[in-house]
C-alpha cells in the first residue's frame, strides 16, 4: 500500500501537472503527499527600498512556489494530509533525500520536454530513478 508520496515543484506546468497526479495516486490509496521545492545553493539579496530593507531569497520563492501548488491541491482534495517544505539541493537531489527521510513509498515526477545537451547528459527523473529508495512514476505531463 503506498502511504507517503513525494513529489517536487517548481513554477512549471509540468510540475503542478505532476503534483496533481500525485495528489490523485495519494487521494485514491488512502495516502499522504508530501511537496517538495528545491532552490540549489542558497542565494539571498537585501534590497533596500527607503528606510526599509527586504531580504529576499531563492529560498522563499521556493516556499512561496510550494504554496501556491499546496494551496491548489488542497482545494481540489480536502480530506487530503498534505505537508510541504523548500530544500536546498538540486532537484533530484532533493526530491530522493526527502524519500529517504520520510521513508517514503513513491516519488512523482512529470516528464518535463528535455532537449539538446541536458537530453545527452540526463534529466532529474533519470537521476532520481537511479537513486531512489523508493519506486518512481513518472506522469506524463507535456502535450505533443
Known sequence: MTKLIVTGVDDSETAAAAAAKAAEIAAAFGGRLHILSAYGDLDAETINIGTDEILVSNEQEAEQTV??????????????????????????????????????????????????????????????????????????????
Open 67 to 144: 504554496h501556491q501548488v499546496l494551496a491548489t491541491l488542497r482545494a481540489a482534495h480536502p480530506d487530503l494530509e498534505i505537508t510541504s517544505a523548500a530544500a536546498e539541493g538540486r532537484p533530484g537531489d532533493a526530491l530522493v533525500k526527502a524519500a529517504e527521510a520520510l521513508n517514503a513509498d513513491l516519488i512523482v515526477l512529470g516528464n518535463k520536454r528535455v532537449q539538446g545537451i541536458a537530453r545527452v547528459l540526463g534529466s532529474i527523473a533519470r537521476d532520481v530513478a537511479a537513486h531512489a529508495p523508493c519506486d518512481v512514476y513518472i506522469a506524463h505531463t507535456h502535450q505533443r
